[in-house]
């Protein structure tokens, strides 16, 4: 808190594994088979940095610390956990895209505002995402509709879908570039109306295959969105993103997610990822 936590994702993913939170909950590596000094098809190089990044481990919990700082350098925290657990289903096989359902549970614990606040994802393959937000000052459960995926989470510079991540099938992949650490795949929606980019380059490393640097274009050509991975540490022999910064570049804001007290492979249950834990945090599973 993804054979998956900004947060993370989780996170990494809040939410990646949160990506980002996601991000910091994502699967071991594995060799890939490739001709001797050639570098692997654009395929698996994504496939690969999706396993890395979302599904390290049957689940997932890690604590975020997320710090959001505005132009004028005023800074706004908030402190959350991020559960992660993988569908029965998810795609193991090496060199596959590792497509496979997935459920988050993020509790918000601070500040006061957002105290007891939660928001619950049910990643699906065949449709749009199921997310409920229950905020706990109006007792009431709010589906987030899918088109709101790409908005702000809790007023922070990810969104959404940068806590539980975006399918790779979301996007076009072409290895635009290959250097001495990294490859620089850029990712192309396939739907563009339904998205405010017009392409992201990722830059994942070559050794851990974590993306470590993602940047957004927009229409005009302008960067306008960067997150750069600023730590990573093996954990439970997983590599593992453990502070993280997005950057609005139109807006002059930034937040930085720190995950403490991750772990992998704890065996959470099912039923923690369902409506009736919106509301009674299973704090059990929340330490």
Known sequence: MGRRLHIGYWLVTLFQKLALVVIALGITPIALAQDAGAAPSVERIVNRANMVSYFQ????????????????????????????RDGPETDAIEGSAYRGEQKYYVYFRRPADVSQMTLLVWKHLDRDDDRWLYLPALDLVKRIAASDKRTSFVGSDFFYEDISGRSIDADSHELIETTDNYYVVRNTPRRPGEVEFAYYDVYIHKQSFLPVRTEYVDDSGNLYRRYTALAVEKVQGYPTVVKARMENLRSGGTTELTYTGIDYDLGLPEDVFSERYLRRAPKEYLQ
């Not at 481990?57 to 992660?84: F, K, N």
Request: proline content about 0%; glycine content about 10%.
């Open 57 to 84: 481990g049957r689940d997932g919990r890690a604590r975020v610390a997320m710090t959001i700082t505005d132009r004028q350098g005023r800074t706004r925290s908030r402190e959350l956990t991020i559960l992660r």
